[in-house]
């Protein structure tokens, strides 16, 4: 069976600071994967996502970028954050047979 | 592209039943309901591919409305447990993602 695995669970980062969360799948081959941030109490804003190795699109021009350097890794990475960066990130993987996605347990960044 | 849900937020009593509705202006391929607990990430609950389908889990089903392009979940006899945030998550023809609703708080009170 497919899981899906994120970490750091939770991250407190000073602003200015460089961010890297990571999120693996096990299970599939070449899933499309997800990077969704939320913000508290709100809904579910897509970041970017990925149909292969190296092949990223952003839906949100910001301070963030994605990186997919394996087949089931997808990379979040800032080179500096800003306090508007807080939030809830989930990423999810999509199954080949439907458009159902899947999410992570998330990563809760707080900025400071 | 992002669906719309209502309402925005429902109390209910245990036993008492709710519908979330999701509408969307362009037409759909499929539906996906999500229940979201407080700080837990969004869990699958049912996709509905077909126009007219209606799907069951426990005492939640839902429905999809072809025509109308909307689809409408149905919880009956509500439990504490269902508490949480309901987000619809449409799918078009092509297209590589979801588009989620806003969501929808759900509140069930003893």
């Known amino acids: 069976s497919q899981t899906i695995h994120q970490w750091p669970a939770t991250l407190v980062q000073p602003v200015g600071s460089p961010l890297s969360l990571e999120c693996t799948v096990e299970?599939?081959?070449?899933?499309?994967l997800y990077w969704y941030r939320q913000a508290a109490g709100r809904g579910l804003q897509l970041l970017f996502y990925?149909?292969?190795?190296?092949?990223i699109s952003s839906e949100v021009p910001q301070n963030l970028s994605a990186s997919r350097p394996q087949d089931r890794q997808f990379i979040l990475s800032s080179k500096k954050l800003l306090l508007s960066d807080s939030g809830f990130y989930l990423c999810?993987?999509?199954?080949?047979?439907?458009?159902?996605?899947?999410f992570g347990p998330g990563t809760r960044l707080t900025v400071l | 592209q992002q669906p719309v849900q209502s309402p925005q937020a429902v109390i209910l009593r245990e036993g008492e039943d709710a519908v979330i509705n999701c509408s969307s202006s362009?037409?759909?391929?499929?539906v996906h309901w999500y229940r979201q607990k407080h700080g837990e990430a969004p869990v699958f609950l049912m996709i509905?591919?077909?126009?007219?389908e209606q799907k069951g889990h426990e005492k939640i089903s839902a429905s999809f409305n072809e025509k109308k392009q909307q689809s409408s979940l149905y919880l009956t006899a509500s439990q504490l447990s269902y508490s949480g945030t309901y987000f619809c998550?449409?799918?078009?023809?092509?297209?590589?993602?979801?588009?989620f609703g806003t969501g929808t708080r759900l509140t069930v009170i003893p």
């Open positions: 990925s149909i292969g190795i190296d092949q």
């Open positions: 999810a993987w999509r199954g080949t047979r439907t458009d159902t996605q899947y």
């Open positions: 362009k037409a759909l391929y499929s």
């Open positions: 299970g599939t081959s070449n899933p499309n």
């Open positions: 998550g449409t799918a078009y023809s092509g297209a590589n993602n979801l588009f």
């Open positions: 509905l591919l077909k126009g007219g």
